[in-house]
């Protein structure tokens, strides 16, 4: 078992949309099959209001949780709708998808989170896939130290509607209250992280606080401890352990596959029929 906490960066994304990313930067890298996590969060409609209009993405997929505030989507593949406060989005991506994020609203506070999941080489070129999960669908545990949604995995009796078997994905968001700990059970075998959405605490006997982020290799367990309100994430996932060639918004596994992706995208070949 290793760990470590970093921090997250501020970047700008889509058309000036400020994240704050952690896995994905430079001095964090890839926590295999995760290849990026993204925070976004403001009451400044100056921040999102022009959002993340048309691009492409291949090889992976993407995972959208909105914790406030409203964002359409719309996609080649012919999907649209709005993800609202509490909703995902769950979009393999695959062999190529061109879609847009914007936000419905003109003020008021627009946060959550996006999450980048790499696809084994068997699957890059899978015809594209797609998933809205509603805030409703999504299991929501009283427990004796706080709160727990279970977006995927299981916790307690509770199984998530996001379902990832390959991957054996493991998505909660936790709420643990003042002075008390919550335990939880990972695969054995996965990557996991914990990002700290707000509040001070401990992961393990580890010192964490707003905005941090743990990385785990083969950590089966977690004692994750509250001194004062902690909203948390945890994910976790199996590793694929495949080379990766990424250059943007597509991830392949050699040079000659993301040569050919950024020819498909120009010819207008990306998406296939």
Known sequence: ????????????EGAGVIVHRSIGMPDVGRHDPFLMLDHFATENPDDYIAGFPSHP??????????????????????????????????MKAASGV???????????AMQGFQLWINLPAANKMDKPDYQDILAAEIP??????????????????????????????????????ADQTGTFALPADNNSFVFVHYGQGSINDSAV??????????QGSLAIS????????????????????QHGPFVMNTREELET???DYQQGKLVQA
């Open 1 to 12: 078992m290793t760990t470590r906490t970093v921090p997250s960066t501020p970047v700008k």
């Open 57 to 90: 993405h291949r090889g992976f997929t993407t995972l959208t949780y909105m914790l406030d505030g409203k964002m359409r989507h719309k996609d080649s593949m012919g999907n649209e709708g709005v993800v609202n406060s509490g909703d995902a989005q769950w």
């Open 98 to 108: 061109i879609h847009s994020e914007m936000p419905e609203q003109e003020d008021g």
């Open 140 to 177: 929501n545990l009283d427990t004796d130290f706080g709160q727990v949604k279970v977006m995927a995995g299981q916790f307690q009796d509770a199984v998530g509607p996001l379902t990832d078997a390959d991957r054996n994905l493991q998505f909660f968001d936790v709420h643990i209250s």
């Open 209 to 218: 606080r707003d905005k941090d982020l743990m990385l785990m290799e083969a």
């Open 226 to 245: 509250a001194s004062s309100e902690l909203h948390v994430i945890i994910v976790s996932g199996k590793p694929i352990g495949e080379p990766i060639a």
């Open 261 to 263: 992706a950024f020819y």
